[in-house]
Nanobody
Framework: VQLQASGGGLVQTGRFLRLSCAAS????????MGWFRQAPGKGRELAAI???????QYADSVKGRFTVSRDNNKKTVYLQMNSLKPEDTAVYYC???????????????WGQGTLVTVSS
């Protein structure tokens, strides 16, 4: 399973960005897709995840500003980031829990990361 993320960049405080991540390869199911992020000098943390049934979890720091969604037919997850703050500056990693075969358990996969920089 390969995860290809896009949409990062440099924006000013208060602006918005939209990240996309498409899964490809031999895939039977993708129970969970979403995004983690890693700010400079800090550990990787959950930003937002969404299940294939639509259950969503957000980090407290992004609630009300970020919206995660997915298109199951396209095997793609999105992260709409509004009202961006300098503290949102991080490498954003696409994440998926996917199974390559119905007889096998799903396991986690990571994308390569896309940098989001928010200037003050």
């Amino acid at each position: 399973v390969q995860l290809q993320a896009s949409g990062g960049g440099l924006v000013q405080t208060g602006r918005f960005l939209r990240l996309s991540c498409a899964a490809s390869g031999t895939i039977s199911s993708i129970p969970i897709m979403g995004w983690f992020r890693q700010a400079p000098g800090k550990g990787r943390e959950l930003a937002a995840i969404i299940s294939n049934l639509g259950s969503i979890q957000y980090a407290d720091s992004v609630k009300g500003r970020f919206t995660v969604s997915r298109d199951n037919n396209k095997k793609t997850v999105y992260l709409q980031m509004n009202s961006l703050k300098p503290e949102d500056t991080a490498v954003y990693y696409c994440y998926a829990v996917a199974a390559t075969d119905a007889a096998l358990p799903a396991r986690p996969y990571w994308g390569q990361g896309t940098l989001v920089t928010v200037s003050s």
